[in-house]
Structure formats: C-alpha cells, structure tokens
C-alpha cells in the first residue's frame, strides 16, 4: 500500500514535469555513454537524470557513489570472486542454453554471475555486503539479501527505498519500465534476462582448443593463466576493447564479460562515445561475432 502511494506521488510528479509526449516507441537514454561508467546506466545513482533521479529513490538506495553497487575496497565478497566484488549472490540455478553445441555447458562462471546478480532479477539492484561510512558492513550480504540491513540507509534526498528494494524483474523496476508502464520510463523487458538461459548465446561454455583450417573458430592471441584474449592492437595486455575468454578452473570458457566491458568502452578514441551495450567490440558487419566465429 505505502508503496503504492509513493508510486503515485511519482506518476504527480512526473505530470508536472513531463513534457514530451511518447507514441509507442522506446524512450532515447538520458545517458551520454562517454567518459566513463558515471555517465552509463550502470550508474546505479542515476545522477545523468538530475532532479528525476528521485524517481528511483523509494525503489533503491541512493549510495551518491557509482563504483559502490559493485565493488567495495575493503570487505569483498568471497562467494564471487570478481575483483573487490561487493554485491549478493545467492547461488541461483540456472536453465542452460539445451540446443545442440560441440561444447559442454556448465552453470555460468565467475564473470557471467557478477553481471546476473542484477540482470537475473532475484536480487536488489542496491544489495551489497559494504555500504558507504562506517558500521555498515554486513559479510552475509555476500550470499543472502538481508533488508533490514539494506533499510539502515537513508537517501540523501527523496523518500527512502524502506523496503523496497527493487530488482530488474515485472514486479520491481519493470513495474514502471515496460512498454505500457509509467511514461518516459524506458523499457527495460529485454535486459531483465532471468534465470532461464535458453535464450541467450551459451555461457559457462567451453572454448575450442584446437583451430584446424577451416575450423568453426579463431585462435585466441593470448592465453595465460587465467585469461585468454584476442589482442585486436597487438600490444599483449588485456585491453577492455578485446573480446576474452575466463578460465575459472574448466578451461578457457566464454562469459558474460566476454563480449561486454561493464564500465564501457570507447569507440574511438580515449573520449569518444562508448559502443552501444557495453560491448567491448561493436558488432557492426558482425564483427563482435566474428572474433570468436569463423563463418
Ligand atoms: C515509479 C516508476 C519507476 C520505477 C519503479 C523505477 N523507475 Fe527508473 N525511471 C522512471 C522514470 C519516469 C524515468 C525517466 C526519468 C527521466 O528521463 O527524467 C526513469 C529512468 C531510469 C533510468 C535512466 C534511463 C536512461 O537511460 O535515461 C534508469 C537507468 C532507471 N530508471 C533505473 C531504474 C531501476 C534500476 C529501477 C529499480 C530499482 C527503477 N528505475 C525503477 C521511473 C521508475
Ligand atoms: C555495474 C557494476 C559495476 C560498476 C558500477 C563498476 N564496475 Fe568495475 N567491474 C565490474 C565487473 C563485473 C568487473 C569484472 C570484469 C570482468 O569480468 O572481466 C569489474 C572490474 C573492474 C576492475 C578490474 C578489471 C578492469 O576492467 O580493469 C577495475 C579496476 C574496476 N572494475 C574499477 C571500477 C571503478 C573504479 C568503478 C567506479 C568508477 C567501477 N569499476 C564500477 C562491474 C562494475
Ligand atoms: C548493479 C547492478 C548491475 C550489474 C552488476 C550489472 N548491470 Fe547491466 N544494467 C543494470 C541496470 C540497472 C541497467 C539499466 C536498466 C536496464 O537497461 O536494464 C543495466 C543495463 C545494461 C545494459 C544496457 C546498456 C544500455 O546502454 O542500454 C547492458 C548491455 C548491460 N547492463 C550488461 C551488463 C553486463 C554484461 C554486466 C556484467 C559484466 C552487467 N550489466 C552488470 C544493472 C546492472
Ligand atoms: C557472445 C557475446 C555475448 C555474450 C556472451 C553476452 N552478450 Fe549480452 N549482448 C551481446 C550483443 C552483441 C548485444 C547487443 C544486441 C543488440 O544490439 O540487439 C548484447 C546485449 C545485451 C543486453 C542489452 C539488451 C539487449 O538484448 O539488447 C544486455 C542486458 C546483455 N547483453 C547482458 C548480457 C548478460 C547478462 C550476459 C551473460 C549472461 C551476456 N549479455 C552475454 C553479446 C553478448
Ligand atoms: C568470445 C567468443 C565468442 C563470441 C564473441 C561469439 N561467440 Fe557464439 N559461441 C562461442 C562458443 C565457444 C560457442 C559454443 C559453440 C560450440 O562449441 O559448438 C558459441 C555458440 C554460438 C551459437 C550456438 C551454436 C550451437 O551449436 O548451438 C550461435 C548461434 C552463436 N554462438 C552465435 C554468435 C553470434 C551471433 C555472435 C555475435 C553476436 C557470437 N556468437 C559471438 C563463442 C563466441
């Protein structure tokens, strides 16, 4: 009920405010896509909105940092073993990609979990183990959403996100950001990916290990250790713009973060407007395809 009437305090607002009118069609992002991960939806904080960030406000903590839905510097997660990681994993199963493949699929990996903490929509988009300032720290976070830890923060401005906090699921964030939902809320349908992986192009899938002449994939430039990567400017580092592969322990394996760089990656040159989706290659002419596929 409260939530309700805080969702309708929202639609009075947005009255006053909005302007434009919106006939069928999605909403363009808000989000300049350039510069760095502050100006990308993965600025949690949505602070690219200005005064219609409070929009999000009794839907998730407003932490006013951005590296802090995801990582934390002291405290990090020891169930994902993601770099500082600071969100909730809750051990989720999930469906697999079933179509025949030449490869064995396995439950997604490290760097598929970290993006379906949020993506898969059982978890809140602000659950995290380390809050900002002190004594809000709490390690269980790191495999179980606990609420009354999450409500301990209060917003900067706005209503707090007192127990609701939101996922990327129908009932969350969807409620506003579907097709028929609350107008100049982008619809956000096809990013809630969900649980069931069917759909999507296999993770937690074995790599090739042998590329004989007109095999079906290319040779990764680079494979040592834990990482293998496709060394597109030949300078034998890791570069966000080059397509990777993990290898967490079953070989080298493609994830999430294989095709995509969260925090965004140039275009162009240092500066310029990042590939659309996070990808660290466009996939203009298939390009993005055709790293890995040989076809
Ligand atoms: C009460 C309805 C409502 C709910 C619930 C809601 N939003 Fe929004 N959201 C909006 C509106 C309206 C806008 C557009 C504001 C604007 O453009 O000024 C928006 C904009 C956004 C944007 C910016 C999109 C862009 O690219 O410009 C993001 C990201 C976002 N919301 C994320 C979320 C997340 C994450 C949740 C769940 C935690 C959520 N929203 C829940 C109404 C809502
Ligand atoms: C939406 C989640 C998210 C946000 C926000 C985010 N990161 Fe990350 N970050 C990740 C993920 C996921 C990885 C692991 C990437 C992979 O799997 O290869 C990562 C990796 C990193 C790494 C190590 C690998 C690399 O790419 O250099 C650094 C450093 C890093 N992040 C810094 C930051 C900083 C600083 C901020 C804030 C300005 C930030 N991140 C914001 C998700 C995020
Ligand atoms: C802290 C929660 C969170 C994490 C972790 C996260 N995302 Fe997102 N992501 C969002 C939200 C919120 C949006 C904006 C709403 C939407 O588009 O669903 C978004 C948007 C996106 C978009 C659309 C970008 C655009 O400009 O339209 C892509 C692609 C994406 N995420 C991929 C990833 C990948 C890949 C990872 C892991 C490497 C990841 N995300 C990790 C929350 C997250
Ligand atoms: C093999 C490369 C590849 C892998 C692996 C991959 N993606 Fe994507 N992803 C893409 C491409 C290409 C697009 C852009 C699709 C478009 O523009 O329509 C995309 C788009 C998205 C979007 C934006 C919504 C959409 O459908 O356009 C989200 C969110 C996303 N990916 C999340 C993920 C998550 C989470 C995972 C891991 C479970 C993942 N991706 C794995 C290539 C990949
Ligand atoms: C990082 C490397 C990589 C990239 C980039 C990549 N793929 Fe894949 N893809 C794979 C691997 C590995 C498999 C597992 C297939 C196998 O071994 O038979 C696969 C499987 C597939 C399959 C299923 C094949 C089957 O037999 O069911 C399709 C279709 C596919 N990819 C299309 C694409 C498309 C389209 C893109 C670009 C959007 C893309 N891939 C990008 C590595 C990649």
Redesign the pocket.
Known sequence: MEEKIERLLGLAVLTVWGTAAFGGGDVPSKALNQGGVVNTRHNLTQSYLGASSVFMDFARNNYGEVCVYCHTPHGASAVVAAPLWNRTATGTAYTL?N?????T?TQPGTNSLTCLSCHDGTVAVDSIINMPGSGKYNAAQASSQNTAFLNAWSNPSGIDATDNHEGLNATGCLSCHNPAGQAQAPDFTVFAIGTDLTND??VG????TTFGEGG??KPPAVSSGNLAF?DSDGNGRADSKN???YNTGEGY??ECA??HDPHGVPSGGPGSVFNPSFLR?A?TN?A??????N?
Do not use: G
């Open positions: 990609y179509r025949p493949t030449n490869a699929v192009h296999p899938i074995r790599y090739p079906d994939f496709f397509v990777r592969l394996e493609v294989s095709c290659v996939n298939s993005l395809c055709q790293t890995c596929h076809k």
